[in-house]
Structure formats: structure tokens, C-alpha cells
């Protein structure tokens, strides 16, 4: 009975388990010894107690799977306080998801005191072992000098060592370093081509950072309608900067014809995720609009969900919300 469960939760926790936000595009892990045989029955899910049960007995993986579950609220309310027990717990068996996810509560303040510094030293400590988000996420505090002194060749090491293990995120933290000359000889050229990695596998900041080089010209011939393009793939992912990128340019008819309520709407939701440039592009824009217009681009926004859908106006169940 016992290895029945350890055999079940490793093809649950290989195959089921969906990635964080934190570790966006993580490098494949290697294969587990405790996967099913592919010839196998697909075996029942794991309740919660026995997930428990498993993590209590020193799995990693169970410990690791527990702590994600709370994170992200997956049919339990969400227990940031709860994610952190079971993710030191994963983390103290050699869990380097885990530990990464310990860097990115600390980073972002996430049932802990925010502390940089802790992060960086989380980071490090599964970076050094391979863990490719954590590595992209330590290049990032090396290139904003948070909880670690600004140095730019680290962040040109770290993102690297990511990126060779095909992490988006790392890619688009290239790029910025190529466009800006920071750690190396600025080049638009190569950062357009890391940007284009990175948008391509799906990374929001990458497709914004490169529909701003679509509308800027930077290593790239300019073109609106791009640039629209790829805003939008980012704004319907929820990416803040790319929803108000997306509402000025409804509001400037650059690479879409001029529409008041939808550059509104862009631009309202940006500012409901706290960005201050849309709160000022928004409020800018309603003077030239009229009650009814405003009322409809509102109505809008309250309606938008991820992936670009809106709620059904009958059950209205859903309320979006970013992780």
C-alpha cells in the first residue's frame, strides 16, 4: 500500500502539478524514479490528507506540491503562511522548486516580511544547483542591485545560465540588458532577438518589451500594427504595461483605429493593478470623453478576464485576479 501511494503521487505530482507564476517557464525536471511505467492505469488523485501524509514522511515532491496548492489557493483558501511551512519543509529535503519559491515570497513580501536579501540568498542557493527560474530570477536582482550590490555581469552570468536551459523570463532579461548597453555593448538587434524568444515562449514582459520596439523602431523597423500585436498578447495575459500601451494606442489610432472606450478600458485596467502612468493616461483621456462613453468603457473593464474573455453577464461568477 505504501509504495502504491509513493508510485501515485510521483505520476500526480510529474504530470498534474500546473507551474507557478514565480517559475514561469522552468527547465523540464529530469525524469522522477517514482513516475509510473507509461504502460500504467493512471492512478486516483491524491486527497489532501494523503498529500499531508506523504509530507509528513519526508517527500519532497508532496511537501513541495502542498506548498504550491496554498500559494495559489488550488481548492483551499489561500494560506500564504501555510505555502511557506510546507515549502521550507520541501526545501529542507532538497526541493530547488521549493527553495525558489521561498525566494520569490521574500522578494515579494508574500506572508513573510519582504527582505531582498533573504531572497537573493534563496535564489542562490537553487540557482548554484541549476534551477533555471531561480537563476533568472537572481540575474534580475543583480541588474536592479536588490539585496545584492548592482553588478551587471552577474546578471549577464545569471541570465545566461538560464536561458541556456531555455527560460523565457531570462530571455527577456537579455534583451533588456542588450537594449540598454548594461553589461555589454548596447545592441538593438540582439535585444529584439531575445525579446523575440521570450515573447515567443510566452513570457508578457518579452512580447510588451517587443511590441515597444515595434513602436519605437528600436532594432527593428517600425510598424504599429506589430507593436499592437504583440501589446495585446501581453495585455490579455494581464500584463500591466502592456494594457496601457495597448489603450494609448486606441487612443492614438497607432496600428488600430481610435477608440475612446477601449483605450479606456486598456488603460483602467493597468491602473487597477496599481500603475500609476495608466492612472494618468486614464484620467487624461476621460476629459475628452463623454459620461456614456466612460460608463461603457467601465462596464468593460469590469467584465475583462484574462485570455482577453469577459464574464458571462448572467452568472458573473468570477472576479479576475492576477497571481
Given amino acids: 500500500m505504501k509504495k502504491s501511494l509513493v508510485v501515485a503521487l510521483g505520476c500526480l505530482l510529474l504530470c498534474v502539478r500546473p507551474a507557478l507564476a514565480e517559475e514561469a517557464n522552468p527547465a523540464p525536471p529530469p525524469e522522477s524514479p517514482l513516475a509510473a511505467p507509461a504502460t500504467a492505469e493512471p492512478p486516483p488523485e491524491l486527497s489532501m490528507e494523503e498529500l499531508q501524509n506523504a509530507a509528513e514522511n519526508g517527500h519532497a515532491e508532496a511537501a513541495n506540491h502542498l506548498g504550491h496548492i496554498y500559494a495559489k489557493g488550488l481548492g483551499v483558501p489561500r494560506d500564504y503562511a501555510q505555502a511557506m511551512l510546507w515549502s521550507r519543509r520541501a526545501a529542507g529535503l532538497g526541493n530547488l522548486e521549493a527553495q525558489n519559491r521561498i525566494g520569490a ?191 461603457e468603457a467601465q462596464k468593460l473593464s469590469r467584465e475583462w478576464r484574462p485570455g482577453g474573455k469577459f464574464d458571462d453577464p448572467l452568472l458573473n461568477k468570477r472576479k479576475w485576479g492576477l497571481d
Wanted: proline share 1%.
Fill in 105 to 295: 515570497f521574500y522578494a515579494k513580501g508574500l506572508g513573510v516580511k519582504q527582505d531582498d536579501k533573504e531572497a537573493a540568498a534563496w535564489f542562490l542557493g537553487a540557482a548554484e544547483k541549476g534551477h533555471a527560474a531561480a537563476q533568472s530570477n537572481l540575474g534580475s536582482l543583480y541588474a536592479k542591485g536588490q539585496g545584492v550590490e548592482k553588478d551587471y555581469a552577474k546578471a549577464l552570468e545569471w541570465f545566461g545560465k538560464a536561458a541556456a536551459q531555455n527560460n523565457a523570463d531570462a530571455f527577456n532579461g537579455l534583451g533588456a540588458l542588450y537594449l540598454d548597453g548594461k553589461g555589454v555593448d548596447r545592441n538593438a538587434n540582439s535585444a529584439v532577438s531575445w525579446f523575440h524568444k521570450a515573447a515567443e515562449g510566452g513570457n508578457a514582459a518579452g512580447q510588451n518589451n517587443l511590441g515597444v520596439c515595434f513602436a519605437k523602431g528600436r532594432g527593428v523597423t517600425k510598424d504599429y500594427a506589430e507593436a499592437v500585436r504583440w501589446y495585446r498578447k501581453a495585455a490579455e495575459s494581464g500584463n500591466a504595461d502592456a494594457q496601457n500601451n495597448l489603450g494609448n494606442a486606441y487612443a492614438r489610432a497607432e496600428g488600430v483605429p481610435r477608440d475612446d472606450v477601449k483605450a479606456y478600458m486598456w488603460m483602467d485596467l493597468a491602473a487597477e493593478q496599481g500603475f500609476a502612468q495608466a492612472v494618468a493616461d486614464r484620467d487624461a483621456l476621460a476629459r475628452a470623453m463623454t459620461p456614456e462613453q466612460i460608463a
